[in-house]
């Protein structure tokens, strides 16, 4: 890495090695240049800008695999002028995340696409669709580096550039006065929780002298901590909780649900909860990393916190969702429900750190794989259901057995899945995250989610009987091939995780929880790329032995 003295009036550039080992990020910075400057030269056409969003997220999950064997062996760490805390690491589960992320951009997008030729009326939706998907891949690309840095200033700028394209795109659809409502509100509850987060921000980096979590992490574990590092660490969860739709940060989600257009309803379900996710538990996982005792005080308090407010988000979710008549208020409240359950892991996450995958992050690692596919074939049922019939609320879902089976079939698929019932994709991720959590002796959790499961059985078994035990003889309803193919593909995952592919399911969720970023570099490819920066390991030595020359202003 090429490092020059600010001290000397330099500055420090990155090589290419570096920038080679973000790769994922510049393509999705690539597809958004790319959109822009094709809507200058073929026009604003809705098909050719959306073919290119699909063609950048594609790529954007093929680098993935180019740059995974050269981090597999240990992480990497980059964008750190000197001995300087990296800006962005990329380790096996940064690239899983970025991987999730493009999977489900792709089905939101496809969604999208197909829409265009069956959806009802959405001129703001085609006619500003360079627009659409310059802030649907910028959300994209916040949420991959929420999960690739440990550094305060990049957090919040990730977090930032997360949210902001999302507001924007609640209240996409201008002359709709519920997404206007929603975005609205998104946004000023988005606004509260930012600002708490800069101040616990602004506190750590005012108390500590640096920006590097690691660091912080270290000092916490020897100094034993005090009140406000645990202000200002509370503050910064607020932010986090708030991608995360946390109780009690939650009561923007089932608002923006209902009033967004269903491809931005389908996208913040799973890609703004699972880098939310990926991000807490990177967060709380850095003071294990530090050498934190899993049996210390301050490792208990951090499990039992973390479990509380799980168990308070899937209980006050579910009973939430009892009432709801329309259906993309109930898979909101079934999304923060999920929330939950997810972060469950996150409270196992201080009980141990074993030699191979951590089983907080593969437990997650494999729900959020089966919840992707959970919420794409949900989500684009009800797209498909509101198209035909213009309706989102339960009445619209009347004899859909009969009217059209394949969709009712498919609804039928996720919403089980989303209760945890054998032998589908959830109940096998559920039960992989809840022996982890009764492993490590947390009973009154598995307990906890046990009841939610059964609670939550209700409202789901509503949406089938009206499917399969109501009719109003109304007649059958046409759907577009593509979204069929979309659905039952999704349906067939669930099937497959649940049953014959749960083996390499788990196999794939501990190996991208395995040997994760923990302040050194990886060894060369054996392809013969070069070995990533030495800045990784100066940064781990001076954070073992001077913490001090990891401040922001490191000369």
């Known amino acids: 890495m090429t490092t020059l003295l600010a001290a000397e009036g330099q500055y420090w550039l990155p090589d290419s090695a570096t920038m080679a ?23 604003r056409k809705p098909q050719v800008t959306g073919g290119i969003a699909m063609i950048g997220a594609i790529l954007t999950g093929a680098s993935c695999y180019w740059v995974l064997p050269r981090v597999a062996e240990g992480g990497w760490a980059g964008f750190a002028p000197g001995s300087g805390a990296p800006m962005l690491l990329a380790d096996n589960f940064s690239l899983f995340f970025t991987i999730l992320v493009a999977m489900f951009l792709a089905g939101v997008i496809g969604l999208w696409l197909i829409g265009c030729r069956t959806a009802m009326a959405r001129a703001d939706m085609h006619r500003n669709a360079p627009e659409f998907f310059t802030l649907l891949l910028s959300s994209a690309l916040g949420m991959v580096m929420m999960v690739s840095t440990t550094n305060l200033l990049m957090i919040i700028i990730a977090i930032e550039l997360a949210s902001l394209p999302s507001y924007a795109l609640a209240g996409f659809e201008k002359r709709r006065r519920l997404g206007a409502e929603a975005a609205l509100k998104y946004v000023l509850f988005g606004g509260i929780t930012s600002a708490i987060m800069v101040y616990g921000v602004s506190l750590l980096y005012g108390h500590y002298q640096t ?46 649900f209902e009033g967004a257009a269903i491809e931005v309803t389908t996208w913040l379900s799973v890609a703004s909860k699972a880098a939310g996710l990926g991000l807490f538990i990177r967060v709380l996982g850095i003071p294990i990393q530090a050498g934190l005792d899993p049996a210390s005080d301050f490792a208990s308090g951090i499990s039992l916190t973390v479990g509380l407010f799980a168990a308070l988000t899937c209980t006050v979710a579910n009973l939430a969702a009892f009432h709801q008549t329309n259906i993309k208020r109930l898979l909101a409240y079934s999304s923060i429900a999920h929330a939950g359950y997810m972060l469950m892991a996150a409270a196992i996450l201080t009980k141990a750190q074993p030699d191979a995958a951590h089983p907080a992050f593969s437990a997650l690692a494999a729900y959020l794989i ?12 009800a797209a498909m259901v509101y198209w035909a019939t213009g309706k989102e609320t339960l009445d619209a879902y009347t004899g859909l057995g009969r009217r059209q089976p394949l969709i009712a079939l498919c609804m039928t698929i996720a919403l089980v899945s989303l209760v945890g019932l054998p032998p589908l994709g959830g109940f096998a991720a559920k039960v992989w995250l809840l022996v982890n959590v009764w492993e490590y002796q947390l009973y009154w959790l598995v307990i906890v989610a046990v009841l939610n499961t059964a609670i939550s059985l209700y409202y789901y078994v509503r949406v089938i009987r009206q499917m399969y035990l109501t009719d109003d003889d109304q007649p059958a309803i046409s759907a577009p091939f593509g979204g069929l193919a979309l659905v039952a593909l999704s349906a067939v995952v669930i099937l497959a995780t649940g049953t014959l592919a749960f083996g390499t399911l788990r ?21 013969g790329v070069p070995a990533p920066p030495a800045a990784a390991q100066a940064h781990a030595n001076a954070s073992d032995d001077h913490p001090e020359n990891l401040g922001p202003n490191t000369k």
């Open 21 to 43: 080992f973000v790769g994922p990020m510049w393509v999705l910075i690539g597809t958004i240049i790319a959109i822009l400057i094709a809507a200058i030269l073929v026009g």
């Open 211 to 256: 920006l590097d979590l690691n660091v912080i992490a270290g000092i916490l574990k020897d100094s034993g901590g005090g009140v406000l590092p645990a202000i200002a660490l509370f503050a910064l969860a607020v932010g986090i909780a708030f991608k995360i739709s946390a109780v009690p940060f939650h009561f923007w989600c089932p608002d923006v």
């Open 370 to 381: 089966v919840y992707l596919f959970m919420n794409l074939g949900a989500f684009g049922c």
């Open 507 to 527: 196999e794939k969720a501990d190996f991208f929880a395995a040997r994760l970023y923990l302040g050194s570099p990886p060894a060369a490819a054996a392809s």
